[in-house]
């Protein structure tokens, strides 16, 4: 059974900095990738970043560019996402998300971390 468990959202002021970790298992596969969607009330779902856990393909959403870092642990089954210079638009639920690679990557959804960032 494929997990995946959020921690690290919280309130921050404008400006300030928070890291998400994603602790996933259960993989039926070798080759998959872990990502980050994040869900706003009133706007659209984004998905925000991803990474091959094998391969390291990034992906970025372009509002997220040079300020957000993705990184993956595998000797702890952990991504991480680096959140700087946080903005009061990036408040949001951040979901871990996981599936075969980034461009199919929501197969499976964590319970969701709110991340509040206050101007």
């Known amino acids: 059974e494929v997990q995946l468990v959020e921690s690290g959202g919280g309130l921050v002021q404008a400006g300030g900095s928070l890291r998400l970790s994603c602790a996933h298992s259960?993989?039926?596969?070798?080759?998959?990738?872990i990502g980050w969607f994040r869900q706003a009330p009133g706007k659209e779902r984004e998905r925000v970043s991803c990474?091959?856990?094998?391969?390291?393909?990034?992906y970025y959403a372009d509002s997220v560019k040079g300020r957000f870092t993705i990184s993956s642990d595998n000797a702890k089954n952990t991504v991480y996402l680096q959140m700087n210079s946080l903005k009061p638009e990036d408040t949001a639920v951040y979901h871990c998300?996981?599936?075969?690679?980034?461009?199919?990557?929501?197969?499976?959804w964590g319970q969701g971390t709110q991340v509040t960032v206050s101007s």
């Open positions: 998300v996981g599936g075969g690679s980034c461009d199919y990557v929501d197969d499976y």
């Open positions: 259960g993989f039926p596969v070798d080759d998959y990738a």
């Open positions: 990474i091959g856990v094998r391969d390291g393909r990034l």
